[in-house]
């Protein structure tokens, strides 16, 4: 694809239920990460893939978090028991290979709202 | 564990002038130092990158210095223009991976 895809692109959940959002990389690209992003903050790491491996969830806030590839290509984040302070937006953004030299190409997030 | 502070939060210039963001880092590994912009409720754009082994770079009216032995590095941008308006974050990378650390960003406004 062009660009970085991300789905949906505003989601509106009340506080304890179960959310899921969806990456969708640049093609081709190895490299997958997820980021959350409070309202005049910069991103924060969350988790790392390379192709369907999660090298790096140490960002992941609680267990209520996961993040899975299982094809090496999209990716879905999913939040359990939604809380008030998971409102944020999260940003997914995908390299062509893992180095620590590499452009990450950012998609336009999907913004979690809960109430 | 790594650390990026970012000055100005704000900045507000007129059109034409000058303006330059500093950022601050912690992780002597760090070895990559991409800017990006973005504009309200858009997704964050790689404006431009500098890798450790070099001192500056330079892309029209943009250019990133880096200061390795004092831990920072800076974003100039001249001859600003209206369209330059948006937040600004610097970001580094430490690991091998490619794990982005961001600063808190500074909201630029060029005045026209």
């Known amino acids: 694809g062009a660009g970085v895809s991300q789905s949906p692109r505003y989601k509106v959940a009340k506080r304890g239920q179960d959310v899921a959002l969806r990456c969708d990389p640049i093609s081709g690209h190895v490299s997958l990460f997820w980021y959350q992003q409070a309202l005049g903050q910069g991103p924060e790491f969350l988790t790392y893939f390379q192709n369907e491996a999660q090298l790096d969830k140490s960002g992941l806030p609680s267990d209520r978090f996961f993040a899975e590839r299982p094809e090496g290509s999209v990716s879905t984040l999913k939040i359990q028991r939604t809380q008030q302070e998971d409102s944020a937006v999260y940003l997914c953004?995908?390299?062509?290979?893992?180095?620590?030299?590499?452009?990450?190409?950012f998609g336009d997030g999907t913004r979690l709202s809960i109430l | 564990g790594e650390n990026v502070e970012q000055h100005p939060s704000t900045l507000s210039v007129q059109e034409g002038d000058s303006a330059v963001i500093k950022c601050t880092y912690s992780?002597?590994?760090?070895?990559?130092f991409p800017w990006y912009k973005q504009e309200l409720g858009k997704r964050p754009q790689l404006i431009i990158d500098?890798?450790?082994?070099?001192g500056e770079k330079k892309d029209q009216r943009i250019a990133v210095t880096l200061n390795k032995t004092a831990k920072h590095f800076s974003l100039h941008i001249t001859e600003t223009q209206p369209e330059d308006s948006a937040v600004y974050f610097c970001?580094?990378?430490?690991?091998?991976?490619?794990?982005?650390?961001f600063g808190q960003g500074t909201i630029l406004t060029v005045h026209p």
């Open positions: 970001a580094e990378c430490g690991t091998s991976y490619g794990k982005l650390t």
């Open positions: 992780d002597s590994a760090s070895n990559y």
């Open positions: 500098i890798r450790s082994n070099v």
């Open positions: 953004a995908s390299s062509l290979v893992g180095q620590s030299n590499q452009p990450q190409h």
